[in-house]
Each structure stands twice: as structure tokens, then as C-alpha cells.
């Protein structure tokens, strides 16, 4: 059986690669996780997924652009980006984020409530970038389209948009 380019330009097999990645990184990917999810089981399939990534995408990996352990951090932000939009289930008319039905419970209420306040509190600017990327899962592309302005404003307005969000939920005590 013949090997793929991709199996050829790892430094390890598969499993061998992954234990060592994990061996390596691993707590620190863990770490940052649990920071950034809502528990421990969550941080877990989150570095569980970036170590995966990591091994379909090794052979894209360039050593002279930045160490294995950014690369894997950057694989991990992109990860826990996607976990964000499929766990999200609040939905978006205009501006406002609309109250989830009742059939997810008080809880759902609850977070939908004091996202909404949240938001609120940013300029409409960024709020604007964070409602269409995250509520209505579009691309920096396609928002700057919608809204008339470039890429990078996008992804600038994003940038300082989701830390001024950071922070008002951290204020509200929803964030460690």
C-alpha cells in the first residue's frame, strides 16, 4: 500500500504524531480551553478536535512562519470558533436577538437576556460585525459587502467588538 504526500510529510505516523502533539501541548491547549468553553468535557473535545485537525493538516504546517504550539493554538481558536456557532441558539431579526422558544428552558431565556444586555453595550458598529458573524454566520466577505465596508474593517471591528463583549459579560459575571 502506497503513501498519500500528506502521510509522507509527517515527521511520525498518525497515533504517533497525536500522542506527541498531545504529549507536548496538550495542557496548555487544555488550559486555554477551559477558558473559553462551558465546562471541562467541552475544553476536552475541543483540544480532542484541534489535535485532530493538527494531524489531517500537518503537512501544511511551516516551521519558519511560527512554532508547532501557535500553529496548534491557531488550529484550536478556529475549532472553538465552530463549537460557538453550533452550540448557539439564539436567533436574529434585525438587530435584536430574539427570546429562544421556551422549550429550552429558563436557562435559555436567561443567557438570551443577558447577551442581549451585553450587546448592548457595544458601539452599533461592532455590534453590527458580531450579530451578522455569529448570529447569522456569515464571513468577513460577506458582511463587509452587506454593510459597505472592507474585509479588514471587518475583521477589525470583530476584533475590538469581541473584546469589549468579553468584557461586559466578565462585568456580568457570565465569564471567568
Known sequence: MSKTSSQTDRPEGGEA???RLHAEHGAALFNWAVGRVADRRD???LVAETLVRAWRKYDQYQPDRGSERAWLFGIARNASTDLYRKTRRLRLVGDNVEEPAHDGGIENLAEASVIRDALSTLSDPHRAVI??????GRTAAEIGERIGVPPGTVKSRMFYGMRALRAALEEREVLR
Open 17 to 19: 504524531l497525536t500522542k
Open 43 to 45: 475544553a476536552e473535545e
Open 131 to 136: 450579530v451578522e458573524a455569529f448570529f447569522q
